[in-house]
């Protein structure tokens, strides 16, 4: 069978780590920024080189098209983005943009016929670090496609008036406008002209290194909820307020902490990961006691009853009163399991499976833009394992080897696609 390029592989991944590396052995590279603008010439250049057509949307997701020997039939779309969080690796998003280009490259060069047109497309802002929320412009893009709970969160006012959250200044709109690869409407992915979309990536967790696979196939990306956990309390000075007249919504809101934990751990469920990775604190003075204290919860798993049975017991703290506090739930955001197309799997398993490739079946517990796509037409993702279960770090790492077979599996499902969907 047919393979990719190993050496053609290496050479684009240290080229890309070129954009914005932080000297540290991983990259910074904003969503619209310099190194943004650096990247995306770099594809243009290479991906024109092989005779593929560029263009870019306005909302400067680049797409790079390898014409098919037939124009009547619609386009199949290999995707993925190239900005990364502050100190981020080489490999998240771009990886799957590289292996896109890869496929291109391959083909053109192997001259494998090919009804359909192929395209290795960026999406813009998939991070969100500069410019939040993350997995921004394919909310926006797919919003009509969308269930109402998770399309209401992508308003193209609300996402385009998001601010610089470094200088506070510029808008995603403001830097939208003056960058170089923004273009036009009628570019858009879209259902009507599109088959299909991939999307290459890491697994950015450490199952598949565990496991000692080569690719994982996924099937869906998992539904969350995430809730914030409210305590009112007093503010009063630290000095002059004895400890027995205190209302320190901190110190409330870490005891029910420590029970929320252990009754969400006595259900027991395999699979089941929940995460409170943000506080917030008022006034946030040394020598004030908290008047309120908040925390963010964020739940995943794949079935939406297990998913109600932790949101049941997050609520049950909801009107709580404890050491003088007052306790509020509130629900932030929620989004189903999406399960990707299941035609589309099967071509990458069995491709997977005729290559050689250890591989397996798995979740992404990550979002991706690819979640957004698939409410719009059918799509799936390929996973290549992450060193350590590492990412959004400088140590993000994923061998050569293995970044060889994501594009050859890749491939090989973008052809079975081609001939059979
Ligand atoms: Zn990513």
Same mark, same amino acid.
């Not at 290479?46 to 386009?75: C, P, Q, T, W």
């Not at 391959?106 to 395209?119: G, W």
């Given at each position: 069978?047919? %393979?990719?390029?190993?050496?053609?592989?290496?050479?684009?991944? %240290?080229?890309?780590?070129?954009f914005g590396d932080d000297k540290n052995g991983g990259i910074t590279r904003y969503a619209l920024s310099k190194e943004d603008e650096l990247a995306r010439t770099y594809f243009k250049t290479r991906m024109e080189s092989i005779g593929a057509e560029v263009v870019f949307d306005d909302y400067a997701n680049m797409y790079a098209i390898l014409k098919g020997s037939d124009s009547l039939h619609k386009k199949i779309v290999m995707a993925s983005h190239c900005d990364s969080v502050l100190n981020g690796g080489n490999y998240d998003g771009i990886l799957g943009v590289i292996c896109a280009m890869e496929v291109l490259e391959t083909i053109k060069k192997e001259n494998i016929p090919h009804k359909h047109d192929v395209v290795a497309m960026i999406w813009?802002?998939?991070?969100?670090?500069?410019?939040?929320?993350?997995?921004?412009?394919?909310?926006?893009? @797919?919003?009509?496609?969308?269930?109402?709970?998770?399309?209401?969160?992508?308003?193209?006012?609300?996402?385009?008036?998001?601010?610089?959250?470094?200088?506070? #200044?510029?808008?995603?709109?403001?830097?939208?406008? #003056?960058?170089?690869?923004?273009?036009?409407?009628?570019?858009?992915?879209?259902?009507?002209?599109?088959?299909?979309?991939?999307?290459?990536?890491?697994?950015?967790?450490? =199952?598949?290194?565990?496991?000692?696979?080569?690719?994982?196939?996924?099937?869906?990306v998992l539904g969350m909820v995430n809730y914030s956990i409210i305590?009112?309390?007093?503010?009063?000075?630290?000095?002059?307020?004895?400890?027995?007249?205190? #209302?320190?919504?901190?110190?409330?809101?870490?005891?029910? !902490?420590?029970?929320?934990?252990?009754?969400?751990?006595? !259900?027991?469920?395999?699979?089941?990961?929940?995460?409170?990775?943000? =506080? @917030?604190?008022?006034?946030?003075?040394?020598?004030?006691?908290?008047?309120?204290?908040?925390?963010?919860?964020?739940v995943r798993h794949i079935d939406h009853v297990v998913l109600k049975r932790v949101a049941d017991i997050i609520n049950s703290f909801d009107g709580l009163k404890l050491d003088g506090c007052l306790v509020k739930t509130k629900l932030n955001w929620s989004r189903d399991t999406t399960y990707f197309d299941p035609r589309l799997v099967n071509f990458v398993k069995s491709s997977a499976d005729e290559l050689g490739y250890k591989n397996q079946f798995i979740n992404s517990g990550a979002g991706h833009d690819a979640q957004f796509a698939s409410y719009m037409l059918p799509t799936t993702m390929i996973f290549a394992p992450s060193k350590n279960g590492r990412s959004h770090c400088d140590e993000e790492y994923t061998s050569l080897d293995h970044c060889h077979k994501l594009a050859t599996t890749l491939l090989h499902a973008v052809l079975k696609t081609d001939k059979d969907f």
């Amino acid at each position: 069978m047919i %393979k990719c390029d190993i050496n053609r592989i290496e050479d684009k991944i %240290k080229t890309f780590s070129t954009f914005g590396d932080d000297k540290n052995g991983g990259i910074t590279r904003y969503a619209l920024s310099k190194e943004d603008e650096l990247a995306r010439t770099y594809f243009k250049t290479r991906m024109e080189s092989i005779g593929a057509e560029v263009v870019f949307d306005d909302y400067a997701n680049m797409y790079a098209i390898l014409k098919g020997s037939d124009s009547l039939h619609k386009k199949i779309v290999m995707a993925s983005h190239c900005d990364s969080v502050l100190n981020g690796g080489n490999y998240d998003g771009i990886l799957g943009v590289i292996c896109a280009m890869e496929v291109l490259e391959t083909i053109k060069k192997e001259n494998i016929p090919h009804k359909h047109d192929v395209v290795a497309m960026i999406w813009t802002n998939e991070e969100g670090s500069l410019y939040p929320p993350a997995i921004m412009v394919s909310g926006m893009l @797919c919003k009509k496609y969308l269930p109402e709970n998770i399309a209401s969160n992508y308003d193209e006012d609300k996402m385009f008036s998001s601010k610089d959250i470094l200088t506070n #200044k510029t808008t995603f709109k403001e830097a939208l406008d #003056k960058f170089k690869y923004k273009g036009e409407y009628k570019n858009r992915l879209n259902p009507h002209d599109y088959l299909a979309m991939f999307e290459a990536h890491i697994e950015q967790g450490p =199952i598949l290194e565990t496991s000692g696979n080569d690719i994982g196939v996924v099937r869906c990306v998992l539904g969350m909820v995430n809730y914030s956990i409210i305590v009112e309390g007093q503010a009063n000075h630290a000095g002059t307020t004895p400890m027995k007249y205190r #209302k320190d919504a901190l110190l409330t809101l870490s005891k029910i !902490l420590v029970e929320l934990h252990n009754k969400i751990d006595e !259900l027991k469920i395999d699979d089941l990961v929940y995460t409170n990775g943000q =506080i @917030c604190v008022k006034p946030n003075v040394h020598t004030v006691i908290p008047s309120y204290a908040e925390i963010m919860i964020d739940v995943r798993h794949i079935d939406h009853v297990v998913l109600k049975r932790v949101a049941d017991i997050i609520n049950s703290f909801d009107g709580l009163k404890l050491d003088g506090c007052l306790v509020k739930t509130k629900l932030n955001w929620s989004r189903d399991t999406t399960y990707f197309d299941p035609r589309l799997v099967n071509f990458v398993k069995s491709s997977a499976d005729e290559l050689g490739y250890k591989n397996q079946f798995i979740n992404s517990g990550a979002g991706h833009d690819a979640q957004f796509a698939s409410y719009m037409l059918p799509t799936t993702m390929i996973f290549a394992p992450s060193k350590n279960g590492r990412s959004h770090c400088d140590e993000e790492y994923t061998s050569l080897d293995h970044c060889h077979k994501l594009a050859t599996t890749l491939l090989h499902a973008v052809l079975k696609t081609d001939k059979d969907f």
